[in-house]
């Protein structure tokens, strides 16, 4: 044990360890057709500790020091942890001063064992084609795109990575607006608010992505062929 009551040398060889037993996985990944999403998941669950953060936020939401008191690891371990756990999207950072607190994204875990299953399945999905969060077939990219960044109904978090949030954009397009419909700028808050609370970037990013246009404070879809690839 180090001076700071972390277990280095434990952690580390779990992480080579996983890293290791995941080509087992990997191989059959390539063989089923399983997607590099998946693969990722897969990824971060396959390290000893995380699967313990995993276990732990199952039962309640924990802040970085809880966590760490209770794995007996340095809170910067658990943060690094946290940070890949996120990063496959089965966990959020929740502010509850003067603490961050993170929660299991159950309905991701649910989404997982779904996924795994129909891998291991004859007949399962193609990769070119997978549901999106509406349930409508879509390319296997923005599928799992949308599925990582929408969680019950809501837009998580706006995609930093501009092939991402192009994603994005064209789903609330294609979802929330009529073509041929002028709205309002209130109107549009009002839509754009039920899935995320920053209206202001998404009316932005809308209309450079030149899938919407503005004049006289009025909004309207343009047409598909000038919407963003």
Same mark, same amino acid.
């Given at each position: ?18 890293? #290791? !037993?995941?080509?087992? /996985? ?26 313990? /953060?995993?276990?732990? &936020? ?10 760490? !008191? =209770?794995?007996? &690891? ?7 942890? &946290? ?23 159950? %309905?991701? +875990?649910?989404? @997982? ?6 891998? =291991?399945?004859?007949?399962?999905? #193609?990769?070119? %084609? +997978? ?26 978090? @706006?995609?930093? %990575? ?5 994603? /994005?954009?064209?789903? &609330? ?16 808050? %009002? ?9 202001? #970037? +998404? ?21 598909? !062929?000038?919407?963003?690839?």
């Amino acid at each position: 044990m180090a001076a700071d009551g972390s277990q280095p040398a434990h952690g580390t060889r779990a992480g080579r360890g996983g890293m #290791s !037993d995941l080509m087992p /996985i990997k191989s059959l990944a390539m063989m089923r057709g399983m997607d590099e999403d998946l693969l990722l998941t897969l990824k971060a669950l396959s390290d000893r500790s995380r699967l313990r /953060i995993v276990g732990l &936020l199952a039962a309640h939401p924990m802040a970085v020091g809880e966590l760490a !008191d =209770a794995l007996r &690891l340095a809170p910067g371990t658990v943060v690094h942890h &946290l940070h890949r756990l996120a990063e496959a999207g089965l966990v959020d950072a929740e502010p509850r001063p003067p603490y961050v607190e993170y929660r299991l994204r159950l %309905q991701r +875990l649910g989404e @997982i064992g779904r996924r795994l299953d129909a891998a =291991a399945s004859p007949g399962a999905d #193609s990769p070119a %084609q +997978l549901p999106g969060p509406d349930g409508r077939p879509r390319p296997a990219f923005e599928a799992k795109v949308l599925r990582a960044f929408f969680a019950e109904g809501r837009l998580v978090s @706006i995609p930093a %990575q501009e092939k991402k949030r192009l994603v /994005i954009l064209r789903f &609330l397009a294609e979802t929330v607006f009529e073509p041929a419909v002028p709205y309002p700028e209130k109107e549009v808050n %009002q839509r754009l608010a039920v899935l995320h609370p920053d209206v202001a #970037s +998404l009316r932005r990013y809308l209309v450079e992505g030149g899938y919407m246009r503005r004049a006289a404070g009025v909004y309207e879809l343009c047409a598909r !062929d000038e919407w963003s690839a």
